[in-house]
Structure formats: structure tokens, C-alpha cells
């Protein structure tokens, strides 16, 4: 048997322009996923996942195309996909558990995938560099969600601060550890895919105004990426403020978003934004001064989520 766990992210700038050739960063967090997995040497793929309502349920082998909760989907897939890649076959039970609800947008499904795939390398001692890890686990949510840029499968994988491209094409690390921010849950849980759907049919009705907005993302992200380098946080808050506009342009931002930003910066955060999809989950202030900032986002009708960024990506749990 063997336990792994993965971090869940924060996206800090690029969102939505990430998914359309544009570069993001990426933090991963110190809020973790757990998969423990055994093979039983049966003929079924046995998963328990309390956490998102699944008791326990059996996948039979050989894949053959049966539904699967929507609990279960990416640990099963993620099965299916190393199977299919290194011609295994035995059964399996896997249990996943979090430190974090899904509801919270902080990526469970790609560190729950992640983990899964780190813990079949170690049960049938296939060694797996962190960029094999990544590209089977993004194939895997692929093939789940069918979209998705990968860069919190990527910060699952690698860990620490990253600037990223969509696919992988460019995986870098930053040398900074830690980044002053605060994050503040809507109470609203958002759907990733349909939101970036809405952002495709927006970028087909004016394709001139939202690939504008993309170029313009792209182009705050590599001053982000210098900035945040440099530890300059009072430009990050304004390179923050910056990109939540366009964010807003986009149409992806929503009430209970903009009343936890606004929240912040008026409580002196030098800057604040949605993170990741929009449409509800979380919205990070960059500030030296957290106690005011987590009481304005209390009041404001936010719930505050401690986090440590640039934490350990995916690694097997000693017992």
C-alpha cells in the first residue's frame, strides 16, 4: 500500500487568456489531497471517495466503457490511462481524501489525479520524472473535462511558483518561496468548464476584443513573473488590479467576487483579483498587512483560507 499526497494552486495572473496560447503563474498551496492505493491482485478497480459523496465504487476490468460517477471520474480514468500506457491489468483499491473541500476551486480534481498516478508509478515501481507524471495526468483531466490549459495539473506535479504555458509547452519555476497573499472564498462554487466555454463563445462573437484582452493578459504575466521575482508586492497589487479588470471585460467575474476584491483594496491590500475561472470560488489580495485585510474580507461576507504558497508538489506520505 502506499499513500501520496499533492497540493492543491492558486492561479496569480493569466487566467482564461492561459487556455488560448497565452502564458499564467501558477502557486501551489499548502492545502493537500490524499490518494492511498493498494493493488489486491482482483479484477476490479475499487474506489472510495467520502469526500465527494462516493461510499465505494467498482470499476470490473478490463475497461470497457461503463459511466462512472462524477466522483470517481478522474481516479478511474487516471487508472484507465496508465494501464492503457504500460499494459497492466491488476485490480486495485484506491481511497482519496482532502484537506480541502472541492468546492473551493483550489484544484482537487488535477491533485487528486496527480496523486493517483504518482502512487500506480510507486505500486508497480515504474519511475515517473514529474514531467511524465504531468502529461499523463493532463491527458487524463482531458479526457475527463475535456478543457482545461493544465497548469494546476502542472502545479500539482512540480510544485512551487511556476510560469507556465497552456499544454506544458514551457513548465518554469520561480525561485520565490513565499508570496503575502490572502484568499478569500465567495461561498459560491463555480463550473470551470462551463465558464470557459461562455469565454469561447464570447471569443467567436468578438474575436478583435477578447484575443485584445488575451495579448494584453499575456503581456501583464511577464511583468508579473519579473515583478514577483523582484518581491515587489506593491506592483504585483497593481499588475493584480490590472488583470481582474480584463478578468472583468471577459464577463467571468460576478457579484460576490467584486464585493471580496473591492473589500480588500479598501482595506488598504495593495491589490486584489479573481483567481482561476471566475464565476464564484476565490479571489486572492496580495498585502503585508493580513489582519485587516482577512477582517474586511470577513465582513464583506468572505470566508478567509489560510494558505502557504510555493509548497512541495506531489510526494509519497511516510505513515
Not at 15 to 23: E, K, L, S, T
Not at 205 to 212: F, G, N, Q, R, T
Not at 221 to 238: F, H
Request: aromatic share 8%; with cysteine; proline share 4%.
Amino acid at each position: 500500500m502506499v499513500k501520496v499526497s499533492a497540493p492543491g494552486k492558486l492561479l496569480l495572473c493569466g487566467d482564461h487568456a492561459v487556455v488560448h496560447g497565452n502564458p499564467c503563474i501558477v502557486t501551489a498551496v499548502d492545502h493537500r489531497a490524499f490518494v492511498t492505493a493498494k493493488s489486491t491482485g482482483g479484477n476490479a478497480v475499487v474506489v472510495k471517495a467520502p469526500d465527494v459523496g462516493i461510499t465505494e465504487f467498482s470499476y470490473p476490468l478490463p475497461f470497457n466503457g461503463l459511466s462512472v460517477p462524477k466522483g470517481a471520474a478522474f481516479v478511474i480514468q487516471a487508472v484507465k490511462n496508465f494501464y492503457g500506457k504500460y499494459g497492466l491489468s491488476d485490480g486495485l483499491v484506491i481511497e482519496t481524501a482532502s484537506e480541502f473541500p472541492s468546492s473551493f476551486g483550489l484544484g482537487s480534481s488535477s491533485a487528486v489525479t496527480v496523486a493517483t498516478v504518482k502512487a500506480l508509478s510507486d505500486i508497480f515501481s515504474i519511475k515517473m520524472e514529474p514531467r511524465e507524471i504531468f502529461d499523463l495526468s493532463y491527458k487524463t483531466v482531458l479526457d475527463v473535462q475535456g478543457v482545461g490549459s493544465g497548469f494546476d495539473v502542472a502545479s500539482a506535479a512540480y510544485g512551487g511558483t511556476l510560469f507556465y504555458f497552456t499544454g506544458g509547452k514551457i513548465i518554469e519555476p520561480l525561485t520565490v518561496k513565499k508570496i503575502p497573499l490572502i484568499v478569500g472564498y465567495t461561498g459560491q462554487k463555480a463550473d470551470t468548464a462551463t465558464i470557459v466555454r461562455k469565454v469561447d463563445e464570447k471569443l467567436k462573437a468578438y474575436p478583435d476584443h477578447v484575443l485584445s484582452n488575451f495579448n494584453l493578459i499575456g503581456k501583464i504575466v511577464l511583468d508579473a513573473k519579473d515583478t514577483i521575482e523582484r518581491k515587489d508586492w506593491k506592483k504585483l497589487g497593481d499588475i493584480f488590479n490590472f488583470d481582474h479588470g480584463l478578468l472583468s471585460g471577459l464577463g467571468v467575474s460576478c457579484a460576490e467576487l467584486e464585493k471580496l476584491v473591492f473589500a480588500a483594496r479598501n482595506a488598504g491590500a495593495y491589490g486584489a483579483k479573481l483567481s482561476g475561472a471566475g464565476g464564484g470560488d476565490c479571489m486572492i489580495a496580495v498585502s503585508e498587512d493580513t489582519e485587516s485585510i482577512v477582517t474586511a474580507i470577513d465582513s464583506a461576507g468572505g470566508k478567509v483560507i489560510p494558505v502557504r504558497t510555493g509548497v512541495e508538489g506531489v510526494r509519497i506520505e511516510t505513515e
